[in-house]
């Protein structure tokens, strides 16, 4: 599986970006496919997850704000990001897994889209 990550950008606190994440591949839709995010002089951190059938986990932090949605038709993952805050600055990742839980590690990782949220 190839994953490729896009949307990123310069936006202002308050704002809206939506990320896509397109992967290659015929089994797309049976694997979980989650966003990471890393912020400078931070470690990577677990943002969202969306299981194959659909379940989510929202991250405390975006809950509320962000949504995580799929389309196995295009083989794309997105995340619509709303209410954007200075803390939300990152470069954020998508990763692919056949996994259980959140804690679980992830198959494949797309290379990241930086996301600038300005005060």
């Known amino acids: 599986v190839q994953l490729q990550a896009s949307g990123g950008g310069l936006v202002q606190a308050g704002g809206s970006l939506r990320l896509s994440c397109a992967a290659s591949?015929?089994?797309?839709?049976?694997?979980?496919m989650g966003w990471f995010r890393q912020a400078p002089g931070k470690e990577r951190e677990l943002v969202t997850i969306i299981w194959s059938g659909g379940s989510t986990y929202y991250a405390d932090s975006v809950k509320g704000r962000f949504t995580i949605s799929r389309d196995n038709a295009k083989n794309t993952v997105y995340l619509q990001m709303n209410s954007l805050k200075p803390e939300d600055t990152a470069v954020y990742y998508c990763a692919a897994g056949l996994v259980a839980g959140t804690g679980s590690p992830m198959d494949y990782w797309g290379r990241g889209t930086l996301v600038t949220v300005s005060s």
């Open positions: 591949g015929r089994t797309f839709s049976s694997y979980a």
